[in-house]
């Protein structure tokens, strides 16, 4: 049997065209306004060969009825980072370099690297420590540290190669899963298998499928012209909007320029549009929009679902001097609920822990809430705080990011949170989704809204709520 690498990233526009997930003008579209369980099979069957087939997996990998060894996989990695987060990297390397330990699981562990390729841990291989392994290859050649350390740079994804298993002794393929810590370092698990099924709603491929498609129309608009391109992305039944996640466009004043399901919007400003939940839809876009473009979260009607109210991931790129045009996907298993009366205890709850700056000073104010026994530690409602520049100085139950300039992180989803939350607060306070892990649930990845206001002129202080059960 041959072997193949294939990395899923941001950078796979490439291989989607090749799966048929790139549509233009004429060629049908996509297949859904929701993300699909229908999983992505990545079949190791042609040297250098990578093929992606919405087909169920092969006989190489067991899957429950989620696909959720991959599932798995993800959230094993994502639990590995939370523990670096509530321990710190002293501790948590340590523990990924212990064949005993809690992160060492048969031929399931955790490996970790900094950027520079030095490893950092490895339970099976000790040797490994201290060592550049940029350049360690397995029998095709594949250079899969390398593609790991690239793929962490966009925050996560997979590699597939080939590696022995500390279980059966043999090489086997592998695919691993990798996810950025902070600048320095960035942590990955795999598992083995002939035929890895990658569900299609993992927040890899929720990315792949909305950047493929916004850039898709950016190209045409730009080879089409801004009135061409605007008329054909109106059109309920043309391409940008027939089946798929549909193509949106606004000027950065917040105009709405196409909207092929909501027409009567056409026209007309969003700026001040909120939703369910009082988060802003129309500045938030245009905060992403300033930045270059990214991903945004809001509750938005689905029209593929009678209209319901459900969370939406929407990524946006500038199509042309003062216009954007966007794409989302609606995540209905996300719950995105959050009360008016926990919203109003969210907003005062802050208050309070900026009167506490106020009335104690900067530095005692801090001190109280990294408190984890302290009055401003509430599992459910704990408050954090940043500098300006996005450092975190405050966070109760997560120390171990104490210290860390947080601007570059990013979620789940891809969005920058941080950056929310500390241009939220500078315009006197607002709201943010993010996901982020619950302390109160086992410190599970869950979406969370934020509330942010300033303390002053240099210190951020929020606090966030979990949906409504």
Known sequence: MGSCHLIITTMLIALFATAGCLTSPGDGGDKSLTTSTTPITVSMVHAETPVITTAPAGPGIALSPDS????????????????TQRVGKEKAIVEFASQNGSFTRGEQYIWAYDFGGI??????????????KLSLTDDAGIRMIELMRDA??????FVSYQFANPVTGKTEPKLAYVKRVDDTWWLASGIYGTNLSIPAQTPEMVRETLTSKVSHAVNYAREAGKDEALVAFNNESGPFASGGPYIFAFDMNGTTL????HQDLI??????????NGVSIGDEKIRVADHGGGFFYYVYNNPADAG?????????????????TGAGIYLPDVQARFSEERRKQLVARVRDAVAEVNKTGRNAAI?????????????SMFIFAFDRNGTQLANPYLPGLLGLNRLADRD????????????????GGGFTYYFFADPAADYSVRLKLGYTEMAGNDLVVGAGIFPDQ
């Not at 490893?119 to 550049?132: T, V």
């Not at 962490?152 to 994804?157: E, H, V």
């Open 152 to 157: 962490a740079r966009n925050g996560s994804g």
């Open 258 to 261: 196409a909207m092929p399901f």
């Open 267 to 276: 026209g007309v400003n969003e700026r001040n549009l909120t939703d369910i």
């Open 412 to 427: 789940r989803y891809g969005s920058y949170p941080v950056q929310g939350l500390i241009e939220h607060a500078s315009w």
């Open 367 to 379: 001190s109280a809430f990294n408190n984890p026994d302290g009055p401003f530690s509430d599992r």
């Open 68 to 83: 959720s060894n991959v599932t798995s996989l993800v959230r094993f990695v994502e639990g590995a980072v939370i523990y």
């Open 308 to 324: 319901k109210s459900e969370f939406k991931i929407s990524y946006i790129e500038p199509a042309g001097t003062g216009w954007v």
């Open 119 to 132: 490893n950092l841990a490895h339970p099976y291989h000790p040797e490994y420590k201290g060592q550049n």
